[in-house]
Antibody
C-alpha cells in the first residue's frame, strides 16, 4: 500500500522560506512511472496544484508560483521536498503531497497545515 | 490556463436521493477529467478517473460521465457516508486545475 507523509517545521514567519518533505512508503520513487506532487488548500477553499517532480529530477511548476517554488527529489531517502520562498499570510494553507499518474492524483498524504505569521 | 467550474457549490438532499454534480471546463479537455471526494479534515480521495472509470473499492452508486467540456458526477442513492466535498480536476494540460468544489449535505 502506497503511503505518503508530509513533515515540516511548523509556523513560518513572513518573508521566510517554507520547507516541507514528503516521505513515501510502499513504492520506490526510483522505479519511475509517476510524478510526485504538491497541492495546497487554503482554509475553507479549493485545491491548488503547486507542481511536481519526476524521479529524474525533472520538474513542472504552476506558473502562478513558479518564481518562488522549488521541488526536489531524493531517491536514496525515497522522499521529495517543497521549498516556497518569500512567504506571506496568503501562503497559509494545508499542504498535501500526492502521487500522480497521467496527471491524475491517485495517492495523497494526510496534509499538513502551514501557518505564516509573525 | 484551463478554468474548471462546478455547480452547484453546495446541495442538500435526503438519504436515497439521486444527486448530480456538474463540472465544466473552459475549453475542451477530452476525457481527462477526474473526481475526488474530500471528507472533513481528510485528504482528497480519488473516486473516478478519465471521466467515467470508477476507482477500485468505490461503491457502484457513484458514476461519472461526459467528454469535452461538460462532465457529471452522479450518486444514484445518497448515503450518510457520502457527506463530503466533491472536486473535479482536469489532467489535460498544465497547470493542472481543480473545480471549486461541491459540498454535499444531508
Amino acid at each position: 500500500q502506497v503511503q505518503l507523509q508530509e513533515s515540516g517545521p511548523g509556523p513560518v514567519k513572513p518573508s521566510q522560506t517554507l520547507s516541507l518533505t514528503c516521505a513515501v512508503s510502499g513504492y520506490s520513487i526510483s522505479r519511475g512511472g509517476y510524478s510526485w506532487s504538491w497541492v495546497r488548500q487554503h482554509p475553507g477553499k479549493g485545491l491548488e496544484w503547486i507542481g511536481y517532480v519526476y524521479n529524474t529530477g525533472t520538474t513542472y511548476y504552476n506558473p502562478s508560483l513558479k518564481s518562488r517554488i522549488a521541488i526536489s527529489v531524493d531517491t536514496s531517502k525515497n522522499q521529495f521536498s517543497l521549498k516556497l520562498s518569500s512567504v506571506t499570510a496568503a501562503d497559509t494553507a494545508v499542504y498535501f503531497c500526492a502521487r500522480v499518474y497521467n496527471d491524475c492524483f491517485d495517492y495523497w498524504g494526510q496534509g499538513t497545515l502551514v501557518t505564516v505569521s509573525s | 490556463d484551463i478554468q474548471m467550474t462546478q455547480s452547484p457549490s453546495s446541495l442538500s438532499a435526503s438519504v436515497g436521493d439521486r444527486v448530480t454534480v456538474a463540472c465544466r471546463a473552459s475549453q475542451s479537455i477530452a476525457g481527462y477529467l477526474h473526481w475526488y471526494q474530500q471528507k472533513p479534515g481528510k485528504a482528497p480521495k480519488r473516486l473516478i478517473y478519465s471521466a467515467s472509470t470508477l476507482e477500485s473499492g468505490v461503491p457502484s452508486r457513484f458514476s461519472g460521465s461526459g467528454f469535452g467540456t461538460d462532465f457529471t458526477l452522479t450518486i444514484t442513492s445518497l448515503q450518510p457516508e457520502d457527506v463530503a466535498i466533491y472536486f473535479c480536476q482536469q489532467g489535460y494540460s498544465r497547470p493542472l486545475s481543480f473545480g471549486g468544489g461541491t459540498k454535499v449535505e444531508i
